[in-house]
């Protein structure tokens, strides 16, 4: 819609479109929370997409932004996996398509970097390494759900598995998972307790 008629779009039509959207796949009941957790959704995708997530970037951020973060992809999950309770029947594979798949998604591979973040810091490797496997399994059923529940497997093979590709040029490739990287070099990428004069860590909102 904005790519066809761009200048009737003002700053504040996301909202609006994510609300229509949501109205009309999942009744007005759901309409208002929907549009607000995709809302979040797209915020959270903008600060780092899934396949934009790596080792380095989680080493690189402030201990209190990867805390924020943290708390950001908890809530992010908490939330859906409560709407997605309330879904009718009819319309939860369309539910789980749009929403569910890709904020499970974003959600639960940002808690595994964020994991592997403190593992690699020497914070309980045991207990993070733990909670990796637990996110890893969670995240393998949602990409089997994608490619074999959605309306009988209709979009079978779309989705690609959990394993750093050697080809990162490929769009399913780009994933570089804590499970395919060497163990980091000690004093190679120090994280960033404070942010610089000149680093500002910023999201969509701000």
Partial sequence: RLAWNPVTLGHGSQPVFLHSFAAEQFGPALAGPA???????YRLGTIRKPELMNRAWALSLPAARASELRAAYTDLLAREEKLAATVP???R?????TVGFPARVLGTAGLIFLADRESQLGHDATAHAAEIARW?????EQVDRFNHGIAGGKWNHMMPGLETAPDLTQWNSQVRWPWGEQPQPAGDVAP????????VWRDAAS
């Fill in 35 to 41: 549009a607000d957790l995709l809302g979040d959704y």
């Fill in 136 to 140: 890893r399994t969670f995240l393998q």
């Fill in 93 to 97: 594979d369309a539910w789980f398509e």
């Fill in 89 to 91: 029947a009819e319309a």
């Fill in 192 to 199: 960033v307790d404070q942010p610089s004069a000149d680093r």
